[in-house]
């Protein structure tokens, strides 16, 4: 299977940042060109063919994965930043994950009403970061074609918060 390689590659560090999560570290997937060029395959294989306008990735590690996704599919990228970060005018909300709080903007005009969205991130937990970013997305009038993610941790049921939008994970734990 295509994705056994990548789900051996991931490692689990136990108590970062804090005692009781297990951090899905990604970074031996990206150090390593084959599994890093086969997980943006796998992500642009979940927008379906559908033409996608921007890929709209959240910080900071949807960056990386957003932005190479954005790039094989001839789309543009838009970034969803941690509060204080865009320099241009903002539209913001806050939101918790998994562990702790913090306050997501999109600039105002990174999305043209009617434009079609795929969200990437690398990791889904809560769906709380994601949800925010749906709601920014909404706001702004997106076409949200879906919301892909490397990781999924099933057992948080994040996917729940961010009905009726599609999810689409490679790995799911
Ligand atoms: P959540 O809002 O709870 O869905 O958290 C998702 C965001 O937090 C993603 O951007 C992930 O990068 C990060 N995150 C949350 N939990 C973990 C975890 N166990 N391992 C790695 N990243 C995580």
């Not at 943006?40 to 960056?63: H, M, N, P, Q, Y």
């Not at 094989?72 to 918790?96: D, E, I, M």
């Amino acid at each position: 299977m295509k994705t056994d390689s990548l789900r051996a590659a991931i490692r689990d560090v136990v108590d970062f940042p804090k005692p009781g999560i297990v951090f899905k570290d990604i970074t031996p997937v990206l150090a390593d060109g084959k599994l890093f060029r086969e997980s943006i395959s796998l992500l642009c294989e979940t927008a379906g063919g559908v033409k996608i306008d921007k890929v709209v990735g959240i910080d900071a590690r949807g960056f990386i994965f957003a932005a190479a996704v954005a790039d094989r599919l001839g789309a543009g990228f838009v970034p969803v930043r941690k509060k204080g970060k865009l320099p241009w005018k903002t539209r913001q909300t806050a939101y918790s994950l998994e562990y702790g709080d913090s306050i997501v903007e999109l600039h105002e005009d990174a999305i043209l009403p009617g434009e079609s969205i795929l969200l990437v991130d690398d990791l889904l937990a809560t769906g709380g970061t994601a949800a925010a970013a749906v709601k920014l997305l909404d706001e702004l009038g997106a076409n949200i074609i879906g919301i892909s993610v490397l990781i999924e941790l099933g057992f948080l049921a994040g996917r729940a918060k961010l009905a009726p939008h599609p999810v689409h994970a490679i790995l799911t734990y």
